[in-house]
């Protein structure tokens, strides 16, 4: 029998429909193995085991009436604790709904579970998802599987930790500057930034926001496509969805090829330093896509004003979110995302139209940048992990760094714009520390960045090693 905690979804269905495993097997897998490995790591802070093994004996039972099944019948996934939860604690990672249980699921869950997915529980976030280092006040500290002293970045740190160490095939989780991106590099595993309004929102306090989104993770890019597939389309309760054939992700990632493609390739887009050795394992996996047939030639968009459009644009929607708050609970909120608050509430009407009118002169910088290529490849982060104890990196390559934002700026970049783009595994430092390639692509494109992706893993077999931890 195959190690059911490490079978990719696309597999375990396989076996579910061979009558080879059930659900009901692959749950109890799961939760022992959390049993054993979380409480190091601490990916999940909520397990709704009693749950989660009432509806695997469901979904057991509905495997032997041979009907059609939905196309995630059976499969484990985590939701990240930013995500509300029928009847599931939904903390946000902070003090002030530390015991708040909601009475409604979120939209993407309600997806899920109609796509027979099993929700094992909740993992661990910055506090509001604030951060790129996962930490906070009601659970503490994530750590990396890799190396249970350095971090797996954030805010969905729980989500890929989970993911890496066999606590579950699949993983719903959110990004704002690379909070899906970020911790799969740092973890070693597949994360997707969508197109804002391909996977609705709801409930949110901001449904025209185009900055943050939700979206999916996995061990493969299969899985990613899979789990897209389920979360993505048209729904009322959010004005910026739109529909879209789900097919196109699935049948993206099957027979995969770069073949022909024009795919640009920029160790820094002008933005930040990037650690010599990120930058040296980033470089070599290029390599792979000339090998495959692409075209790839070294090229980036003008990023000109980014710091600019990211910080208005975060300050805006830190204190849009967040400032009510502040009055009764400032003593007790994370230190960096109160300064974010206090930083939007200073900001007046000209800066955030002005941030407004450069970030529509980079779309179109962009927009016509991808008229060339059909892809970009960059680092997904600019260092390998770091210490638990470091909140961001202060330097580069032995050079300050000139705000807190500036090492995230590779994933924020792609925010800002609207592109999609994943983060897949390309190999490790000489310390063992996984090391992510991102991949982005034109808006909407997802079928083309998935493409990219799965023929890229496809030629690199050893990138799913397991962690130490495990």
């Avoid at 939860?85 to 309600?110: C, M, N, Q």
């Avoid at 969805?241 to 027979?255: G, L, N």
């Avoid at 982060?381 to 050079?399: C, D, S």
Wanted: proline letters at 9%.
């Amino acid at each position: 029998m195959p190690d059911l905690c490490f079978t990719p979804a696309v597999e375990l269905l396989s076996l579910y429909r061979r009558r080879r495993v059930s659900p009901l097997e692959v749950t109890e897998a799961v939760l022992a193995q959390i049993e054993r490995v979380n409480p190091r790591l601490t990916a999940y802070c909520t397990v709704a085991a009693d749950q989660a093994l009432r509806a695997a004996r469901a979904a057991t039972a509905a495997l032997r009436r041979r009907g059609t099944l939905p196309p995630l019948h059976g499969v484990p996934v985590s939701i990240k604790d930013l995500t509300p939860t029928k009847g599931i604690r939904t903390t946000w990672g902070s003090k002030i709904y530390e015991h708040h249980v909601p009475e409604v699921d979120a939209l993407v869950v309600e997806r899920l579970q109609a796509a027979g997915a099993i929700v094992i529980g909740k993992t661990n976030t910055p506090e509001f998802g604030a951060g790129a280092n996962t930490f906070n006040a009601v659970f503490g500290i994530t750590r990396n599987p890799w190396n249970p002293k350095l971090t797996p970045a954030g805010s969905t740190g729980g989500g890929a930790v989970a993911l890496a160490t066999g606590m579950g095939p699949l993983a719903q989780g959110s990004d704002l500057g690379g909070s899906l991106r970020l911790p799969a590099a740092f973890c070693g595993v597949v994360g997707l930034r969508p197109s804002p309004g391909l996977v609705p929102i709801w409930p949110t306090d901001l449904a025209w926001d185009t900055y943050s989104v939700q979206g999916p993770m996995a061990r493969t890019v299969a899985d990613v496509a899979l789990m897209l597939a389920t979360i993505a389309g048209h729904d009322p309760r959010s004005p910026i969805a739109y529909p879209v054939d789900p097919r196109t992700f699935t049948a993206a990632v099957k027979r995969a090829s770069v073949k022909g493609l024009r795919i640009a390739w920029s160790a820094d887009l002008g933005v930040t330093p990037v650690d010599a050795e990120v930058e040296r394992v980033v470089t070599e996996a290029t390599s792979v896509f000339r090998r495959l047939g692409a075209r790839v030639e070294r090229a980036h968009p003008d990023f000109a004003d980014l710091v600019e459009i990211v910080q208005v644009s975060r300050g805006a929607r830190m204190a849009a979110v967040h400032a009510e708050k502040l009055p009764k609970w400032r003593d007790v909120m994370q230190a960096n995302l109160v300064k974010n608050i206090e930083y939007g509430l200073t900001l007046a009407a000209p800066q955030i139209g002005r941030a407004e009118r450069l970030r529509t002169a980079l779309l179109h910088r962009v927009r016509e940048f991808f008229d060339r290529y059909d892809a970009i490849l960059t680092p997904t982060a600019a260092v390998p992990p770091f210490p638990v104890e470091t909140i961001y990196p202060t330097e580069i390559n032995g050079k300050p760094m000139e705000n807190y934002i500036q090492w995230a700026l590779l994933t924020y970049a792609f925010t800002v714009v609207g592109s999609p783009a994943i983060s897949v595994p390309c190999g490790f430092t000489r310390d063992g520390l996984p090391v992510g390639l991102q991949i982005a692509g034109r808006a909407r494109d997802e079928a083309g960045v998935l493409r990219v992706a799965a023929a890229f893993e496809a030629a690199q077999p050893w990138a799913h090693r397991r962690p130490p931890a495990v």
